[in-house]
């Protein structure tokens, strides 16, 4: 199956782009999602990116994927308190299986 | 973006006793709901999953016995842990998958269930 890694930690300061990493097995996902989730709560999507993409951007969101070395990035621009949180990369969509990775988690500090 | 619900949010119960929790799409209609389970600190496990109408499809290592889950429409699925024991204390979070448009290939998730076991 597939394996999806991330960095367990991240500090950045309020105003700072903060980067999140993400590497994977599995070259066959059609999608790959960056997910939020805030403490006690369930999962947000943020993003995704179809594997046939290189960048996507939206907003203070910016996704980069390297297909060659299967690798997934999330860069926030202007990070604020908000964004603290954890952070899941995830590969899958359609009728494939979606697998999360371990998770980073963000802490800004004001 | 399309809502999904779950109920409780928090649950504490006595160990040997069964536990439901629902899974709700509000706005959408999922053919595919997934259930997974969060340990602390830790990332989402996918326990099952289950399309409307047939049996649910449990991952490797996850008793069906225990987890029992049933999808009998398109807008409801429930998880019920039978025989709970403290070790099935966990964070539950379920996903639904909607037929057509963006939300076929997106899954929507709930908002989690807290589930304390004493």
């Known amino acids: 199956g597939e394996d999806v890694e991330q960095s367990l930690f991240l500090s950045v300061r309020e105003g700072d782009s903060s980067v999140i990493n993400c590497t994977y097995t599995?070259?066959?996902?059609?999608?790959l999602y960056w997910y939020k989730q805030e403490p006690g709560a369930g999962l947000q999507l943020l993003t995704y990116i179809f594997s046939n993409m290189d960048m996507k951007q939206d907003q203070r969101l910016t996704v980069l994927l390297n297909k060659k070395d299967k690798h997934l990035s999330l860069r926030i621009a202007d990070t604020q308190t908000g964004d603290s949180a954890i952070y899941f990369c995830?590969?899958?969509?359609?009728?494939?299986?979606?697998?999360f990775g371990t998770g980073t988690k963000l802490q800004v500090i004001p | 973006g399309a809502v999904v619900s779950q109920h409780p949010s928090r649950v504490i119960c006595k160990s040997g006793t069964s536990v439901k929790i629902e899974c709700r799409s509000l706005d959408f209609q999922a053919t595919t709901m997934f259930w997974y389970r969060q340990f602390p600190k830790q990332s989402l496990m996918l326990m099952a999953t289950?399309?409307?109408?047939?049996?649910?499809?449990?991952e490797q290592g996850v008793e069906k016995d225990k987890f029992l889950i049933n999808h009998a429409s398109l807008t409801l699925s429930t998880l019920t842990v039978t025989s709970a024991h403290p070790e099935d204390s966990s964070f539950y979070i379920c996903?639904?998958?909607?037929?057509?448009?963006?939300?076929?290939?997106?899954?929507?998730f709930g908002p989690g269930t807290r589930l304390t076991v004493l």
């Open positions: 289950s399309n409307e109408g047939s049996k649910a499809t449990y």
């Open positions: 996903s639904a998958r909607g037929m057509t448009g963006l939300s076929y290939n997106e899954q929507f």
């Open positions: 599995d070259s066959s996902s059609t999608y």
């Open positions: 995830a590969g899958g969509g359609g009728y494939q299986k979606v697998t």
